[in-house]
């Protein structure tokens, strides 16, 4: 089954810094999708990369896809305290069926204002 | 714009007892999922559903049971808790032709004692 490995596992920046979070698969990468989840609720749809070297913006958060490196990543530039939460990678299973994602265990971002 | 509701969002259970969460989505999605989300491991599938009477089961499915009588409601069932289920249980929700974007709930946080 495709493993999707997230780092770093948590993550600690000042208000106004920018910081990279990485999603790296163990599989070939038919899509990469970013959630981000607020503590006590469920995930929130930030973005999707279907073809190596697209890169998407959302506000000030940027994902890019290196379909080669079977990797992605998310960047923050200047960041607040609304941007902390935890960010999840998922892709969809390979080989065609696209039916179930799977997710990484996530990243823990926190800001301090 | 109600999107995906879970019921209950917080239930405590002793060993063996039973119980069914329920999910319901007011978005005409044919695809439903049930996820679990403990520390250290991410989300993982236990069951997902690509439409109206047919159910899957997903990465974690042993102890659970789930239906889909109707397209906007999907149940989750846990005939003998275990203390091993104790975990915050999310639904989430997509359209066939959208693999990207999931609509999740808010979340049930179960207790088993």
């Known amino acids: 089954s495709q493993e999707l490995e997230q780092s770093p596992q948590s993550l600690i920046v000042q208000e106004g810094k920018n910081l990279t979070i990485n999603c790296t698969s163990s599989k070939t990468l038919y899509g990469l999708y970013w959630y981000k989840q607020k503590y006590g609720e469920g995930l929130i749809f930030l973005m999707m990369?279907?073809?190596?070297?697209e890169e998407k913006s959302h506000e000030k958060i940027t994902a890019k896809l290196d379909e080669k490196k079977q990797q992605s990543s998310l960047h923050i530039t200047a960041s607040q305290p609304s941007h902390a939460g935890i960010y999840l990678c998922?892709?969809?299973?390979?080989?065609?069926?696209?039916?179930?994602?799977?997710f990484g265990k996530g990243t823990l971002l926190t800001v301090n204002p | 714009n109600a999107g995906v509701t879970q019921t209950p969002k917080f239930r405590v259970l002793k060993t063996g007892q039973s119980m069914t969460l329920l999910c319901a989505q007011d978005?005409?999605?044919?695809?439903m999922y049930w996820y679990r989300q403990d520390p250290g491991m991410g989300l993982r599938l236990i069951h997902y559903s690509v439409g109206e009477g047919t159910t899957a089961k997903g990465e974690v499915p042993d102890g659970y049971n789930v239906s889909r009588l109707k397209k906007q409601n999907f149940l989750l069932g846990l005939e003998s808790a275990a203390p091993s289920q104790t975990s915050v249980y999310f639904c989430a929700s997509r359209f066939r032709d959208s693999p990207s974007k999931l609509f999740f709930g808010s979340g049930t946080q179960l207790s088993v004692l």
């Open positions: 990369l279907q073809k190596g070297g």
């Open positions: 998922g892709a969809g299973a390979s080989g065609g069926s696209n039916y179930k994602l799977t």
């Open positions: 978005m005409n999605h044919e695809y």
